[in-house]
């Protein structure tokens, strides 16, 4: 390891203790939203720190190297390197918490002033899928099928509503008013998101494989649409019109609130994941308010509320996967949708994984984050992707 007058160089040492910090609050969930998004950052920087990332935070490779330099003359700078790096928490992190957080931090650094430096990175030329982008059809009244993406930026849509193409929106003015409901639908097909605003300023956020139907203004005593898919509301309050989501035979009635639906046809429940406020979720005759933090899992005759990581579930929203022990399958059906692939099992694999990671990202590098677990590899051929143990 080089150093300068004994010396580690002080501003690559710098860097990697502030490194090793995220990375070590990642392993202990400690992060803040800021320390994330710079981990988030420097992960996404390169392919190299992509793959140093899931190195480092891969518990057997800590535990082997910490084998590999316990005998190492590095005395002073481990001392100097404990004294540096803090952590939060103490109760869930491994129980050689420091040690291994002094690993990571001389493990960065080697890569910082030796790999990185004299090594070009040498990335294999391998089949790719691009992520998904602003997407989405509306079905007019009279049948009229228009492709929004099509369109140029800042286009008038029968009177009624504009198109915004930087920043894939629809926007209805609410002024229309007759005293029949006049309906349009949006959809979006797989490999596209799309925004939404309705006549009475209510958001929706629409994701890959959606759908909404909606009327061009709200008249009469209530406000309603009907999804499919997955959708992510914002409400504007009007406690003299409710607001109701139907969702097959499931109704989503809220007044001024935020939440998530997931009504895909493949997933193995309904759920209505609440992030701000409260709704009602009912079901024939059975029915629950949510409170924040909580999600209703509805199908035939299960009809149950468990507490949930809300944001974790919205992350698509904000064009991000978080995954927070997410089942192998359900995340792989995200990404079928998003990057409109086909995913065969060529091996049985039940496991739980937890990744974030931008969504405008191609797929293999989704896919490398994921292998840095040990429990699944892919292979991509064309439009498929293979898993296998």
Do not use: C
């Not at 040492?13 to 710079?38: D, F, P, Q, S, W």
């Not at 420097?42 to 891969?58: H, K, P, V, Y």
């Not at 409260?278 to 005759?301: C, F, H, M």
Request: glycine content about 6%; hydrophobic content about 40%; aromatic content about 8%.
């Amino acid at each position: 390891m080089e150093k300068a007058n004994g010396h580690m160089p002080a501003a690559a040492l710098k860097e990697a203790y502030r490194t090793a910090y995220l990375v070590a609050g990642h392993i202990n969930a400690t992060l803040n939203e800021e320390e994330r998004e710079e981990l988030d950052n420097w992960i996404n920087a390169s392919d190299a720190n992509m793959r140093l990332f899931g190195e480092l935070t891969d518990e057997k490779n800590i535990e082997s190297s910490l084998e590999a330099f316990k005998n190492m003359q590095v005395e002073e700078d481990l001392q100097k390197t404990k004294r540096q790096i803090q952590f939060k928490g103490k109760t869930r992190f491994w129980q050689y918490a420091v040690a291994a957080s002094v690993i990571i931090a001389l493990s960065i650094y080697i890569y910082m002033t030796q790999f990185q430096k004299d090594k070009p990175e040498i990335i294999a030329e391998v089949t790719d899928i691009s992520p998904g982008t602003d997407k989405a059809t509306l079905t007019l009244d009279n049948g009229t099928v228009i492709q929004l993406d099509q369109l140029s930026n800042d286009t008038s849509i029968a009177g009624q509503a504009r198109i915004f193409q930087d920043k894939g929106t629809i926007i209805y003015d609410g002024k229309v008013s007759s005293g029949e409901l006049v309906y349009h639908t949006l959809r979006i097909p797989r490999k596209g998101h799309y925004q939404l605003q309705l006549p009475d300023g209510s958001k929706v956020w629409l994701n890959a494989e959606s759908s909404i139907q909606y009327p061009v203004s709200f008249n009469g005593t209530e406000r309603k649409v009907i999804v499919t898919g997955e959708t992510y509301f914002e409400i504007a309050k009007d406690p003299t019109k409710p607001f109701k989501v139907e969702v097959g035979d499931m109704t989503v009635e809220a007044l001024g609130t935020q939440f998530n639906i997931n009504a895909y046809d493949d997933e193995p429940f309904v759920t209505t994941t609440l992030a701000e406020g409260s709704v009602l979720v009912t079901k024939g005759t059975t029915e629950n308010i949510l409170r924040p933090g909580q999600q209703a899992q509805v199908k035939d005759g299960i009809f149950k509320v468990i507490n949930t990581d809300a944001a974790a579930v919205a992350a698509w929203k904000n064009n991000e996967f978080k995954f927070s022990d997410t089942p192998l399958d359900m995340i792989l059906r995200q990404v079928a949708r998003w990057y409109d692939a086909e995913i065969v099992y060529e091996d049985k694999i039940v496991a739980h994984l937890n990744a974030r990671i931008d969504r405008n990202v191609p797929v293999s590098k989704l896919l490398y984050l994921l292998e840095q677990t040990g429990h699944v590899h892919f292979n991509i051929e064309g439009n498929t992707i293979k898993v296998r143990k």
